[in-house]
């Protein structure tokens, strides 16, 4: 079943700008990870958040958590046309599997 | 980072035939390994997890007797389309996870396509 749902479902900007997807989730986590999928590709993992941290920076990424709301989100400073993707959230509950969100389709235009 | 090698790519079949795909890490030891299929523009939907030695555990909904996951080994996984048929097409990807790894690793995927 689904946890994580993400929005917008697709999201179009220009070189330059942030990009922020968010993504909503119903149970309670142990953890968050937001991953990338290039088209026709397998996932690659971005960056993961722990229940008890609130921000988490890795280079151009910014993730923030709010256990409170079920929510997280995902901010890609100075975007690139390389960041051209899809990007789906994952909780882990317990020491369980990865459950996927829809994604994002995030397109970056130069 | 680690490295999950996923092959073929892409596989083109006739319908009724067998494939398979495997999956391996390559430079871990990976425990437990998960099998996804995904459609186009959609989420992933985790069809079974396999840990090494022990039978996989399916997702309700999935035929385990039509996907046949076969574990052998710490660093290796396949996944057996059985007598596929054309609503089998799909992009299927493989992951696998070690021990006190909280991240999952990718295969690049496979593409089949059932004539």
């Known amino acids: 079943s689904q946890q994580g749902e993400e929005d917008p479902q697709a999201l179009s900007i220009q070189e330059g700008e942030n990009a922020t997807m968010n993504c909503s989730y119903k149970?309670?986590?142990?953890?968050l990870q937001w991953y990338r999928q290039n088209s026709g590709r397998g996932l690659v993992h971005l960056i993961l958040?722990?229940?008890?941290?609130r921000e988490k920076h890795s280079g151009r990424l910014r993730v923030t958590l709010d256990t409170s709301k079920k929510s997280s989100s995902l901010l890609i400073t100075a975007s690139r046309a390389a960041d051209t993707a899809s990007y789906f959230c994952?909780?882990?509950?317990?020491?369980?599997?990865?459950?996927f969100g829809k994604g994002t389709m995030l397109l970056v235009s130069p | 980072g680690a490295v999950v090698s996923q092959h073929p790519s892409r596989v083109i079949c006739k319908s009724g035939t067998s494939v398979k795909i495997e999956c391996r890490s390559l430079?871990?030891?990976?425990?437990?390994m998960f099998w996804y299929r995904q459609f186009p523009k959609k989420s992933l939907m985790l069809m079974a997890t396999?840990?090494?030695?022990?039978?996989?555990?399916?997702e309700q909904g999935v035929e385990k007797d039509k996907f046949l996951i076969n574990h052998a080994s710490l660093t290796l996984s396949t996944l057996t389309v059985t007598s596929a048929h054309p609503e089998d097409s799909s992009f299927y990807i493989c992951?696998?996870?070690?021990?006190?790894?909280?991240?999952?690793?990718f295969g690049s995927g496979t593409q089949l396509s059932v004539l």
């Open positions: 396999s840990n090494e030695g022990s039978k996989a555990t399916y």
């Open positions: 994952a909780t882990v509950s317990g020491y369980s599997t990865l459950t």
């Open positions: 430079d871990f030891q990976a425990t437990t």
């Open positions: 958040i722990r229940s008890n941290e």
């Open positions: 992951s696998a996870r070690g021990d006190y790894n909280e991240k999952l690793f």
């Open positions: 149970t309670s986590i142990n953890n």
